[in-house]
């Protein structure tokens, strides 16, 4: 059937307006029955609402015993988190709608963070995929699972842009990269809340942590932070907002100051920008205690901490108990007002109502999901799929990658053979004894083609009070043998093979939350393994473990090939082998620039250019900006990652060399895949704006496309260029693009591009 071009528009906007009619109805139903529940409530009830309370490891049969189904039936409590088991929740969430006065449902949370049971590669690693299919996929099967375990909350997905690889918290976030982590974060919320939150398999997600919690000083966990607004808005703010503008439902609050004032009391970064500025209509919940300690904050006691908190437009209080403590005594003494208090319920009561808890209260506890919806066949293929696309290729000399499965292979270092810390950390409903460790994986993919040695080594340091620390929740993999016997042990491996494969890096819990570090290098017990394996003489193959960047300076001189498997989840170690065999070729691409020396940092590849650059390919000039003992340059510059082929890039190419502001310009480049094997690669397209009203970085990701070749392919790659590409915030914080020339690049990373000119008239 033909359809006549101004027939079709006339009924998309037919479609468009009945969407929109529908939306407005929905909108108005649940307002009306906000209207009509809250004029019942008390202010106690309003202020429960508020609160989100420590719910302790209740077991199910327990629930209506505890301090906190006391609290829920008085209607103190607005929901819970961290409780897993849908038997549990199901009995909790009884006694909210079947003993409480108003039977309000409650909501229950999680941190699920990278998946729940399938888990997949941690967050840092999911971005070095650059496939935002994969990051939509592994939010939507996050949401399955845990949705059909009693969950409706999920506090994902962490956005904070982080230049300091001190910050143990980066293995949690997207990278250095503003552009890639919008991309990302609108990915995340679109595959966790779906088309339709009432859906009982879509997930609500929260944006965390507002804001600028990546940018902490000296990388060190819940510090200061101080920056220009500028800043801010021009390399911070935007992943916060793309979640947002992805309709998620819910933020969280950070941990830090902004412009002095701790984020959950900042009254311009929550009503100012976050509602006002950028529309959001959802609801703001605290980090946990983070009310509480904006006393040390210096913000006064915790009544008036609650008070501000509430003032600056944050509607819930994880576990501090200010609101619930202090709320009715501010009012009396008008330090609150009512329709602060009216507001803050009004957002989690509409919260509710989207999730369809009033309508279902346990839609989310139906138990015949788990056996069909949790850690199946499916969900871990996909997984296994996304790892294997998130590894990054550091050095692959003389291509002793992949490896052939013949002949005797050593496996050797401290992360061999333990299951508990391949799914990296956050992953709080992972459960371990599913999951293969490498030692097991590896043995299946070798087996009856070559021999298989196993040796530990040594420890993950030689300091056991350290490693403890480091390897926490379950992770813990200290030997009770000496140093000599386990390198020994290892030696004689070694020996009897004719390739050796390290498995050697950091633990889990050396990065993430609370675990930052000052010394980024391989830890002292595993580089001395390195050493004496290297000693052999045989070749030795890094499989490097980390949840952040480190600096591999010794290793890149010394090994001849390093393959960064960062934690790959709960399928790490046959996505690994798939791998290191050849059956798939590596493709991730890094996401956070690799710094020679922790002397560098920060280090980002946005920055901006100083008055006395170092001229290309100098080491040091006196009176330029340098170091007197190391160059300038990154060790793995950001957007880099080999491949088991190479690709040529020809003929970058611009449709014109010029543009209105109304008008576009196409970039485009030929793409050749030059080598033996099949093969994805992600073409980067970087804008530099050479004369701004303000000081502009020397390059910006303002593009990208994975795009999968099979040997000798040739595909050409274009990108359109509009006035969108080249705006950005200027120093009154106006979102404008300016006249003027910029230079387009597209490349296989930030450092190796070609380059051309355009002029925006």
Known sequence: MIIRKGLLTALLAVSVTTIQAARQNDDDRMNRFVDSLMKRMTLQEKIGQLNLPVSGDIVTGEARSSDIAGKIRKGEVGGLFNVKGVEKIRELQGIAVGQSRLKIPLLFGMDVIHGYETVFPIPLALSCSWNMDAVRASARIAAMEATANGICWTFSPMVDICRDPRWGRMAEGVGEDPYLGSAIAEAMVQGYQGSDLKAANTLMACVKHFALYGASEAGRDYNTVDMSRVSMFNYYFPPYKAAVDAGAGSVMTSFNVVDGIPATGNKWLMTDVLRNRWGFDGFVVTDYTAIFEMIAHGMGDLQQASALSLNAGTDMDMVSDGFSGTLEKSLRERKVTMEAIDKACRRILKA?????????????????????????????????????????LLKNEGGLLPLPRKGKIALIGPLVHTRENMPGTWSVAASF???????????????????????????????????????MFGREMRDPRTDKEMLDEALEAARKSDIIIAAVGESSEMS?????????????????????????????????????????????????????????????????????????????????????????????????????????????????????????EPLYPFGY??????????????????????????????????????????????????AGSISRPVKELKGFERISLKKGESRTVSFDITADKLKFYNSELQWVCEPGEFEIMIGGDSRNVQTAKMRLQ
């Open 352 to 392: 509710k109502y989207k999730l369809g808890l009033f309508d279902d209260p346990y839609r989310y506890c139906d138990p015949e999901r788990i056996a069909k919806e949790v850690f199946t066949a499916e969900n871990r293929e996909v997984a296994r799929k996304v790892a294997t696309q998130t590894f990054v």
């Open 512 to 632: 993430g939350e609370s675990s930052s570090r000052t010394n980024l290098e391989m830890p002292d017990a595993q580089r001395d393994l390195l050493t004496e394996l290297k000693k052999t003489g045989k070749p030795v193959i890094l499989l490097h473990f980390s949840g952040r960047s480190t600096v591999m300076t010794w290793e890149q001189e010394n090994f001849p090939a390093i393959l960064n498997v960062w934690f790959g989840g709960s399928e790490a170690a046959d996505a690994i082998c798939d791998v290191i065999f050849g059956k798939v070729s590596p493709s991730g691409k890094l996401t956070t620039t690799f710094p020679k020396h922790v002397g560098q940092i920060p280090l980002y590849y946005n920055h901006l250019n100083t008055g006395r650059p170092l001229p290309e390919g100098e080491w040091f000039t006196k009176f330029r900006s340098n170091y007197l003992d190391i160059d300038n």
């Open 641 to 690: 990652g080999l491949s088991y082929t190479t690709f040529r890039y020809n003929g970058l190419h611009l449709s014109s060399d010029s543009m209105s502001t109304t008008g576009s310009i196409k970039a485009s480049v030929t793409v050749t895949n030059t080598g033996d094997f099949d093969a994805d690669e992600v073409v980067q397209l970087y804008i530099r704006d050479l």
């Open 433 to 471: 004894q599913k999951y293969n460790s490498l030692y097991e994986s590896m043995k299946e993919a070798v087996a009856g083609k070559a021999e298989l040695y196993y040796a530990k080594g040594c420890n993950l340091m030689y300091d056991a009070r350290r490693e403890a620390d480091a390897t």
